[in-house]
C-alpha cells in the first residue's frame, strides 16, 4: 500500500493556490536512512493528482537528514523521497502542532520505518503493519490451498474472516480517535457497503445506492486530505465511473459535488475543489463538453457566487472564455449565417436550408489541413446528399482566390468567403480558434456534434440518419 516505486516526480518547487504553509512554530523532521548511499533526500507530498517538494535535506555529520523550517507545514500526508530511484514512504504531518520529531527507516526495495515524538505516526505505522499481515495472511493462505471447489469455498469463507477483521480494527480506531487525520484517512478509504436486499432488486438500484452515498466515509471539511490523493480521486471516480459521460449528466454531479463541499464549509477544500473541475473541463478533448466548463464558470465565478481568492486577471480570462464559447454549445441553435455564394451569388442563409443535417465548415483554403478534410466531406457529401445532408463552406480568405480554389477542387457545397469584422463575429459565436472546424446541425438547426474530424462523419450520420 505505500512501499511503492514513484515515478515520474517532478523536482520543482511551485506557489500554489492553497497555502502550502501554515502558522504555527516551525516544523523539525529529522530522518535517519539506514543502508541509504546517497547524500540527498527530499520531503514531497501530492495535491491532487501531481506532487511537489516541499523540502531537500543534505546527510549532516552525524548521518541525519533534517528537514527544517520557520513556518509549519500544511497537516497532511507526506513522503520522504529518495534519489536517484525517486522511491518512498508515506507518513503523516499530522496537525500544526506535531511537526518535531524523527522518522527512521531502512532503504531497500520495500522502505521500512518508523517513528519516534509522533504518536500519530506511530499509530500509522501500526495501522499499515496490521494491514499488511492480513495481507500476506490471506496470499499464504492461498498459495497453500489446493485448487478445487472446496478450497474456494473455504478461501471465500476465510477472506470473508480476514476482512471483518480489518472492519473491526477499522471501527475500533475510528471510536478511540476522532478528529485525527489517520481517522478521516482510514473513513475516506473504507468502502461504502450495499444493503445486500438491494443487490437483489432490478433497475440498478445498488448501484445508485452506491453513487448517493459514494462520498459519505470523506470528511469534506478536513482540508489537511488535499494532501494526499483522497479527494482528488474520489472526484474523478465519481465524475469518470459513476457518471454517464454526457455533458448535463456530468453537470448534475458537479453540482452534487460543490453542494457537498459547500455545505461542509471548508474554504480551502471548496476552492481546491473548484480549481480543479474548472481545470479538468477546460482540458477536455471530448465533444461538447465545453458545456461543462461553461457551466462551472457562468455559475461559480462569473456570476454571483465569484470567488474572493481569484485574481482579477484571471477571472476576466475565464469569463471572456464563458462569453465566447456559450453560443456554440451542443444542444443549442446554431448563431445565424447569412452570406452570399461566392460562385453562383447566392444567399447563403443557415436558417433557410432545409435538410435533416447540415454541416458548417469553417476552413482555410490554403492550409494543407483544410484540403484534407474538403476531399474527405467530398466523399461524405456524395453518400449522403440524397438521404438529407446539406453542407456550406466558410472561408476564412478573400473571395477571388477562394472563388479559383473551389472551382480547381469541384466543391459541390456553397462555399462564401469572409474577411474583416464579419468574419471576426463568426469567429467569435462560433468559437473558432483553428481551422477546419467543422459543426454538424440537425434539421432545427440545433448543434448536434462540434469539432469533430470529417473522417468521423460517415460513421455518425450513418447512425444518425439510418
Known amino acids: 500500500m505505500v512501499y511503492r516505486f514513484f515515478i515520474g516526480l517532478a523536482f520543482i518547487f511551485t506557489t500554489l493556490l492553497i497555502s502550502a504553509s501554515a502558522v504555527g512554530q516551525g516544523y523539525s523532521i529529522k530522518v535517519k536512512m539506514n543502508a541509504y548511499s546517497s547524500n540527498a533526500l527530499y520531503l514531497a507530498y501530492h495535491l491532487g493528482a501531481k506532487t511537489y517538494i516541499a523540502d531537500t535535506a543534505i546527510k549532516n555529520d552525524e548521518g541525519y537528514f533534517v528537514f527544517k523550517g520557520e513556518e509549519a507545514k500544511h497537516p497532511g500526508m507526506y513522503m520522504i523521497v529518495t534519489e536517484p530511484d525517486k522511491s518512498f514512504f508515506e507518513f503523516l504531518i499530522p496537525n500544526k502542532k506535531e511537526q518535531q520529531f524523527s522518522l527512521t527507516a531502512t532503504y531497500g526495495k520495500s522502505i521500512q520505518w518508523s517513528a519516534s515524538g509522533s504518536p500519530e505516526n506511530k499509530q500509522f505505522q501500526e495501522y499499515l503493519q496490521f494491514l499488511a499481515a492480513k495481507q500476506l495472511q490471506f496470499k499464504s493462505l492461498k498459495e497453500k490451498l489446493p485448487d478445487n471447489e472446496a478450497s474456494k469455498k473455504k478461501l471465500v469463507t476465510e477472506e470473508a474472516a480476514i476482512n471483518k477483521e480489518v472492519d473491526i480494527y477499522r471501527y475500533n480506531y475510528l471510536k478511540k480517535n476522532p478528529g485525527q487525520l489517520l481517522t478521516n484517512i482510514i473513513k475516506a478509504t473504507t468502502e461504502i457497503v450495499v444493503p445486500a436486499a438491494l443487490k437483489q432488486q432490478p433497475n440498478n438500484a445498488a448501484f445508485y445506492y452506491y453513487r448517493t452515498h459514494f462520498f459519505d466515509n470523506i470528511t469534506l471539511d478536513d482540508n489537511r486530505l488535499l494532501y494526499s490523493k483522497i479527494i482528488y480521486d474520489k472526484i474523478e471516480y465519481y465524475t469518470e465511473k459513476l457518471t454517464v459521460q ?83 454549445q451542443c444542444g443549442t441553435k446554431a448563431p445565424s449565417i447569412q452570406l452570399t455564394d461566392i460562385v453562383t451569388s447566392a ?73 474583416g469584422d464579419e468574419l471576426d463575429e463568426l469567429k467569435k459565436k462560433y468559437y473558432i480558434t483553428s481551422y477546419p472546424t467543422i459543426y454538424l446541425l440537425d434539421a432545427n438547426k440545433k448543434i448536434v456534434l462540434k469539432k469533430i474530424g470529417a473522417n468521423q462523419l460517415d460513421e455518425i450520420l450513418a447512425k444518425l440518419i439510418n
Open 246 to 328: 454526457d455533458p448535463d449528466s456530468v453537470i448534475k454531479s458537479i453540482e452534487t459535488i460543490m453542494n457537498k463541499v459547500n455545505k461542509a464549509g471548508d474554504k480551502e477544500v471548496y476552492q481546491y475543489v473548484l480549481i480543479h473541475l474548472l481545470n479538468k473541463y477546460a482540458a477536455s478533448k471530448i465533444v461538447c463538453f465545453d458545456k461543462v466548463y461553461i457551466h462551472i464558470g457562468a455559475t461559480y465565478y462569473c456570476g454571483k457566487n465569484t470567488p474572493s481568492w481569484i485574481e482579477q486577471a484571471q477571472l476576466e480570462k475565464i469569463c471572456a472564455n464563458v462569453e465566447s464559447m456559450r453560443y456554440s
Open 347 to 419: 444567399p447563403i442563409d443557415l436558417s433557410a436550408i432545409q435538410s435533416s443535417y447540415t454541416i458548417v465548415l469553417f476552413w482555410l483554403p490554403t492550409a494543407k489541413a483544410s484540403d484534407d478534410e474538403v476531399d474527405v466531406l467530398k466523399t461524405v457529401y456524395d453518400k449522403w446528399h440524397s438521404k438529407g445532408l446539406a453542407i456550406i463552406g466558410i472561408a476564412d480568405h478573400n473571395k477571388e482566390e477562394t472563388s479559383k480554389i473551389v472551382a480547381a477542387q469541384s466543391i459541390p457545397w456553397p462555399c462564401a468567403s469572409v474577411t
